[in-house]
């Protein structure tokens, strides 16, 4: 057995991260993922520190703590930032993983074990104005409701071609090739269309007399799930729909999906092995 450990969408709650703490600290896992929305927006609980003082403040603070409390227990771990996140903060989350604390994932792939853990941060175009790790899905197409990725505002810019020609079918494409994928585990930030993890609470609202589809995930995730069956896909990012579905996690094919994106104040901790994700379990601390 191998315990692995998947929480997503804390956004700078330090309550929460002190709960990850806790818990890796008592159980070790061997891995640990994060699937972004890491770090504070708005008025978090952690006042108005920036993202990168929040970065070393509890973050790499609270995982040095860890690995000098549990030495060759320490887990591997993995994140991703999320579409809250400003890019800007990147370099803080790059340059942190020297340390050794963490590998940064976002479009990028890591051994572990047996296995081989993917990364990808973006998602599909969103109604919010930050636009850095936002896409096209499949096509220009953009939900009513829903903001360009050629509009909104990014904290780096990105040459407007490429913010144009970019789509997350592409990127998907490019990070996994031609690879096998029946090992594989995918630290996604976005959930897959049209599942009991992409359920929005839009019902019955519509735009212009247009009705909203209350499915906000991305097709070309599901498409990409479907056609190249990796072993196991992990989502955040619409924080109530496992409350509204009543399940947090879909077999699409041979692959099983989990979300640990959660609407209360509590942490979500999905834990599993993947070897036999079949017996995963989701729960709130």
């Not at 996690?249 to 104040?265: K, N, V």
Request: glycine letters at 8%; hydrophobic letters at 40%; one cysteine or more.
């Amino acid at each position: 057995m191998s315990l692995w450990f998947f929480v997503s969408d804390l956004h700078g709650h330090s309550a929460r991260y002190q709960k990850l703490f806790q818990a890796i600290l008592a159980e070790k896992p061997a891995v640990v993922l994060l699937g972004g929305d890491l770090l504070p927006h708005g008025m978090s609980d952690h006042g108005d520190e920036t993202g990168r003082d929040f970065i070393h403040a509890v973050l790499a603070d609270g995982f040095e703590r860890l690995k000098a409390q549990l030495s060759q227990d320490y887990p591997q771990v993995f994140l991703i930032p999320g579409n809250d996140d400003p890019r800007a903060e990147e370099t803080g989350l790059v340059q942190t993983e020297a340390l050794g604390l963490w590998q940064y994932l976002h479009a990028r792939a890591a051994a572990c074990s047996e296995f081989t853990v993917y990364g990808y941060a973006c998602v599909p175009p969103t109604p919010f104005l930050l636009k850095d790790w936002e896409r096209y899905d499949v096509s220009r197409f953009v939900d009513p409701g829903c903001i360009s990725p050629e509009e909104g505002w990014r904290s780096v810019p990105v040459p407007a071609h490429m913010i144009r020609h970019a789509t997350i079918q592409a990127d998907l494409e490019n990070l996994a090739q031609g690879a096998d994928l029946s090992q594989a585990i995918f630290l996604f930030h976005a959930p897959p269309y049209q599942t009991a993890l992409d359920r929005a609470a839009l019902d019955g609202r519509t735009i212009d007399g247009v009705p909203l589809d209350v499915h906000v995930g991305s097709i070309a995730i599901r498409r990409f799930i479907l056609e190249r069956q990796p072993r196991v896909t992990l989502h955040g990012h619409i924080h109530e729909s496992a409350r509204l579905t009543g399940s947090w996690r879909e077999q699409l094919g041979q692959t099983w999906a989990f979300s640990a994106a959660h609407d209360g104040p509590e942490l979500a901790l999905v834990r599993f092995d993947p070897a036999h994700p079949a017996g995963a379990a989701r729960e709130l601390l």
